[in-house]
């Protein structure tokens, strides 16, 4: 979520926008759609593992963030009645989105691999969960060698630091755009994160092989300005980690030409979301969906003038 948007908005605005109710996400409730795959189902002993080639992976959970369908978030521009139909339509609750926030690890013989940290303690998010996350899988943070970071956004960057301001994962690189990080080191609201993880910064150029053989940045322009996608690699195998280049599994896949609020160049990401998408069909890639409805695993084909998402059934 954009740091603009908390700056606006304010505390109470916030969890607004993040719930739809002006109570704390992090006391309240969740909602659950009876037909809709449960973002939430994701307790720290039943995490999805899987494989890419010979690596092991994880799809971790760190938490959720709820959405009001209010016609300021998803389809900008669009009334909440059309956002509603698109939602009907696929069995899901029409007053609220649900996102997903699900960091993935990957682990190789020498490295292990953390793909963005989540929200942290944010307000705005219900969750908190990665470091229980690690936990179940056996992973101490000390032993994160490499951490991917899609982009700068609190939610995906809010794990980086622990609850008394020290780095989360002491021993990793942390590995962003430059264009990401120079953006992030002139954010003000960003100061204490970005002076607290300079020491550990590697940043690249985009689109460049950060790890030869195992990870290669893919550049997935308009979200924010340095942001990216990465493909990981393992012999024949791919999964591509797609960061924001979409949001929500049926609104952002379905009508990828829709405006996001929090795409800071709406058209250009529009633009990149629909041809991120449409190779992901062509090529049958797989995906793996941070916000998407946990595990996030799964390919996208093409329908009509839009795109469809199938989850990976295991």
């Known amino acids: 979520m954009p740091i603009h948007t908390l700056r606006n908005l304010g505390l109470a605005g916030l969890l607004v926008l993040a719930t739809g109710v002006s109570a704390d996400p992090l006391q309240a409730q969740p909602a659950r759609s009876a037909v809709a795959p449960a973002v939430l189902a994701a307790p720290a002993h039943d995490i999805t593992r ?8 994880a799809a971790l959970f760190d938490g959720t963030i709820t959405v009001a369908n209010d016609g300021k978030t998803f389809g900008v521009g669009r009334s909440p009645a059309e956002v509603a139909a698109v939602l009907k339509t696929n069995g899901l609750r029409q007053d609220q989105l649900e996102l997903g926030i699900q960091p993935l690890l990957v682990r190789s013989a020498s490295r292990i691999l953390l793909f963005d940290t989540g929200a942290g303690d944010a307000s705005f998010a219900r969750g908190d969960a990665l470091q229980a996350s690690l936990r179940a899988v056996g992973v101490n943070p000390a032993q994160v060698t490499d951490i991917f970071i899609s982009h700068a956004h609190p939610d995906h960057v809010g794990g980086l630091l622990g609850p008394r301001g020290g780095l989360a994962f002491p ?3 942390i590995h962003l755009s430059a264009p990401e ?4 080191r002139d954010n003000k609201d960003q100061s204490v994160l970005a002076a ?13 092989v950060v790890l030869p053989g195992l990870v290669t940045a893919v550049p997935v322009n308009g979200h924010t300005p340095g942001h990216s996608a990465y493909e990981v690699a393992s012999g024949r195998d791919r999964l591509l980690y797609i960061g924001d280049s979409a949001h929500h599994s049926v609104v952002s896949v ?3 030409d829709w405006t996001v609020e929090f795409d800071g160049d709406a058209a250009t990401a529009q633009a990149s979301r629909r041809a991120l998408l449409r190779r992901a069909a062509d090529e049958n ?4 969906a941070v916000h998407f409805p946990y595990p996030g695993l799964g390919r996208v084909k093409a329908q009509g ?8 059934t295991r």
Do not use: C, H, S
Not at 196 to 208: E, M, R, S
Not at 305 to 312: K, N, S
């Open 254 to 256: 379905q009508k990828p």
């Open 181 to 184: 990080w120079a953006a992030m």
């Open 305 to 312: 003038d839009g795109f469809v998402w199938i989850p990976e």
């Open 285 to 288: 890639l797989r995906l793996y």
């Open 50 to 57: 899987f494989k890419i080639g010979a690596l092991e992976a």
């Open 171 to 173: 021993n990793a690189a």
């Open 196 to 208: 607290a993880i300079a020491p550990k910064v590697v940043t690249f150029v985009p689109g460049a």
